[in-house]
């Protein structure tokens, strides 16, 4: 990586980190969430769907005094972060304070190539949509574990991770609750223009299924070339300033019989598991027979969370880390210790994110813009790269897919149908921008985890840390996937079965 790149990542790294402590950030933003909603108190505009007035809330008002003072348990405890990160760690606290996950790693992913370590942590990382949110707390972290292990810097694995679950959020090679779930928004958008139109769920499989390949190859090019050299050489020094050893020592006979017999237990976990799911009546299926729309799919952090404890205690107790009932609570203790500084973050960012969907900010932020690319009039490749740069900026606002898509999609869809573009297009379109900008966005809901993460191997990161080491990763990203879906309108090839680029 040349100097003038190097100085230009660093010096992003060094103004995030000037500002203040994410969790003042977080009362900033909130204290300006307040004001703005003052100043802007008497404004009124029409619901994009609906036509229903709408209004900004004034939360410096005697109303908006009350909603916070009533909200501020209920806007901590909801914080979807909190409660799925807690759980989960329940289950990877244990597989990692009894030596599991290292062991995994130094039996196995140790012994791979390098590149090859880095693209399957991307690739599992964007495939981990299949499980929602819950890789959001899972991939990231064992990232940071595997390179650690292998001498290579931490924060360079967790930047994979978080590359694969929040940038491309959107690919997959199989069909998603995403594919679902935006389908079912888009065809009803599109029946606004044609009363009789239908869209599958399969109408992006092509394209996110090639975009998933495309995306793990210059995923891991930039993460080789650009990310892990400018992070440099991994060091850790301990309370008593010696230098942390991150080398992998040889698997013992102990461990290979613990790893034997947590493998046996996972393997009868996964038998279980399969029977609520296989059988056409199995209890975890959805009421339809489905199992994309299930209680399975919504259950996946217990399920997850199970996956690690279960292997983390046979483990621990045929490795003797486990010897007593007593050290399996220690272990939640100590696990979950490390994690006192996110509650404290999670509560203010809780408080923010709350305030700014109370205050109704957000949605008349994505009205505007919606409303200026409409007035354009621009067309083709050019109409293209506008709408995934607004929809880019609407996503640094308004962080759900679903909310944000419900929004926009009765605007876009029929007006890019009127220019012969089919909804399943524009629908790629929109997944693209809301994915790309999700690992550098400071209002990601999971990005307080992140940067906590960061920090147990780097006590000097912060926002900006995690900001200037994911951007090239969001800019290579970003840049792949524009040019992938501009090369699939000028061939015109097919987004999925049946689904074409244009009406």
Known sequence: MNEKKRGIW????????????????????TIVVFVISGLCGNIVFPHPNTGEEQYIM???????????????VENFVTFSPLGMTLVAMLGIGIAEETGLVTTVIKSSIAGAPKVLVTAVVLFVGIMGSLAG????????????????GMGRHPIAGLAAGFAGVAAGLSANLLITQTDILLAGITQDAAQIY????????????YFMAVSTIVLTITGTIVLE?????RLGEYKAEDGDGTVEDTTLSAVTAEEKSGLKWAGISVLIYLIVVAITIVPTNGILRGEDGGVIQSPFMSSMIPILTVFFLVPGIVYGIRTKAIKKSADVVNMWGKSMSGLAGFI????????FVKAFSQSNLGLYLSVKGSEFLSSTNLTGIPLI????????????????????????????????????????????????????????????????????????????????????????MA?????????????????????????????
């Open 10 to 29: 660093n010096g992003i790294e060094r103004f995030g980190n000037k500002l203040p402590h994410p969790v003042y950030i977080f009362i900033i933003l």
């Open 194 to 205: 044609d009363p009789n139109y239908l869209v599958n769920p399969t109408v992006n499989w």
């Open 133 to 148: 949110s819950a890789t959001f707390v899972i991939i990231p972290p064992l990232g940071a574990m595997i390179f650690k």
């Open 475 to 503: 800019i290579t990203i970003g840049l792949t996937w524009v040019v992938l879906i501009v090369v699939w309108y000028v061939l015109g090839l097919p987004l999925g079965p049946g689904a074409t680029i244009f009406m």
């Open 58 to 72: 004034n939360l410096m008002s005697k109303e908006g005094l009350i909603w916070l003072l009533q909200s501020m």
């Open 225 to 229: 070339k650009v990310v892990e050299p």
């Open 385 to 472: 790269l506008a709408f995934i740069g607004i929809t880019m900026l609407i996503n640094f606002v308004i962080g759900s897919a679903s909310a944000k898509w419900a929004l926009m999609a009765p605007i876009f869809v029929p007006m890019f149908m009127k220019m012969n573009f089919s909804p399943a297009f524009t629908q790629a379109a929109f997944r693209i921008a809301d994915s790309v900008t999700n690992s550098i966005s400071p209002l990601e809901p999971f990005m307080p985890f992140i940067i906590m993460t960061a920090l147990k191997y780097d006590k000097k990161s912060g926002l900006g840390s995690i900001i200037a080491t994911m951007l090239p």
């Open 344 to 351: 404290v973050l999670c509560f203010f960012a809780g408080q």
